[in-house]
């Protein structure tokens, strides 16, 4: 195996901490070919879809891949602006505003990226561009506020994939999950009652999670457990009782049975129960994209209001607001406690760049090697 080194190294150059935010990918365009490579490679992750590998190869580029990527795409091409995916830009927002944030309290020390799991830009990219800058501490961020094995575990898994191709590795920091972590909570309650201010309160509050396998629950995913628990410390924050709201998950796929109750069909039901009118927001979501754009605020709508609700409001997620912008570099604080900032003084890497010197002259005089 070849591994990756690090080019034109020089000791006298600075070091840093990184921070590499995530989130699960876009495809590159609104297209058929750019939602079949996409898909092949989210629907390929055996985190993702846990079933026999032959078996599935055949199901996944027999049918699947032959079929959905060209309605995919044309749900995408709802939802698409000019400069790219909704995921993708909020994505890059919250970096920035990461970034920004840092910057004024640790200056240039720590170096902010994103990446995708499935897309790009991808992990391994992202982390060249942190290896380039000097970084040798990283703390990996991905914004899944509740852990399951197909989305934090996953990205992990392509972490250390990456990371067997390298020659030097950082120190490591993963951040698994933050559901109940108390800046996130109130984010969220102030982005709620934020909305309310603004467009009233309705008489129950969804709360539409990303769904999962039911069987992942029973081989001990935490997934279940940590959305009920977010949907609790919310509600308890925003003063609600166990009337004024509800936990739902969305987006499943496939036949066998996912976490209940599913969001579609409680919107198909709520009308019969007398319910007329309803907020929905996606805590699981750190961004907007297609399944809070399109699934929630376009299909769901449209099953509560054919069912007979008179009142749907959608309630945007997180994306780069003020309030999740604080949360997120408070929990990237939490989790940097313990780290050292790097002496980047002038003298010092000067210091480091002779000593550097010195040894390779007394050793190996005339030869490059400039990372001894």
Same mark, same amino acid.
């Given at each position: ?77 709802? %939802? ?31 170096? %902010? ?260």
């Amino acid at each position: 195996m070849k591994y990756k080194g690090i080019r034109n190294f020089q000791h006298g150059q600075t070091e840093r901490i990184g921070i590499l935010i995530t989130n699960l990918g876009t495809p590159d365009a609104p297209t058929p070919s750019a939602l079949r490579r996409y898909l092949a490679e989210f629907l390929w992750d055996p985190r993702v879809v846990e079933a026999p590998r032959p078996l599935w190869w055949l199901i996944l580029h027999g049918i699947i891949l032959r079929v959905r990527p060209r309605r995919s795409a044309a749900a995408y091409a709802k %939802v698409w602006q000019p400069e790219g995916s909704p995921l993708l830009l909020h994505t890059a927002r919250q970096a920035e505003g990461i970034r920004e944030a840092l910057r004024e309290s640790h200056g240039q020390n720590l170096v %902010v990226a994103f990446a995708m799991r499935y897309g790009n830009p991808s992990i391994a990219t992202a982390l060249d561009e942190l290896q380039a800058q000097g970084v040798s501490k990283l703390l990996v961020l991905p914004l899944y506020p509740q852990y399951s094995a197909s989305t934090a575990g996953s990205t992990f898994d392509a972490l250390a994939a990456d990371f067997t191709r390298r020659r030097w590795l950082p120190d490591l920091r993963f951040v698994a999950h933050y559901h109940d972590f108390p800046p996130y909570i109130e984010a969220m309650a102030r982005h709620i009652e934020a909305h309310w201010a603004n467009h009233g309160r309705k008489e129950k509050l969804v709360l539409s999670y990303h769904g999962v396998p039911f069987r992942y629950l029973l081989q001990g995913d935490p997934y279940h457990c940590e959305c009920h628990k977010t949907s609790r410390l919310l509600a308890d924050r925003l003063g609600l009782s166990d009337e004024d709201y509800i936990t739902t998950f969305q987006s499943r796929f496939g036949r066998e049975e996912w976490l209940q109750p599913y969001t579609d069909e409680t919107m198909k039901a709520l009308p019969g129960q007398g319910l007329r009118s309803v907020d929905v927001f996606c805590p699981g979501f750190s961004s907007d994209c297609l399944e809070t754009i399109e699934e929630i605020n376009e299909e769901n709508r449209g099953y509560f209001l054919d069912a007979g609700g008179e009142s749907f409001s959608y309630i945007p997620a997180l994306n780069a607001t003020p309030g999740h912008i604080e949360a997120l570099v408070k929990l990237i604080e939490e989790n940097l406690k313990g780290w050292t900032l790097p002496d980047n003084r002038p003298e010092t890497l000067a210091q480091r760049q002779q000593r550097a010197t010195a040894i390779k002259n007394a050793n190996y005089p005339g030869r490059p090697l400039d990372q001894l």
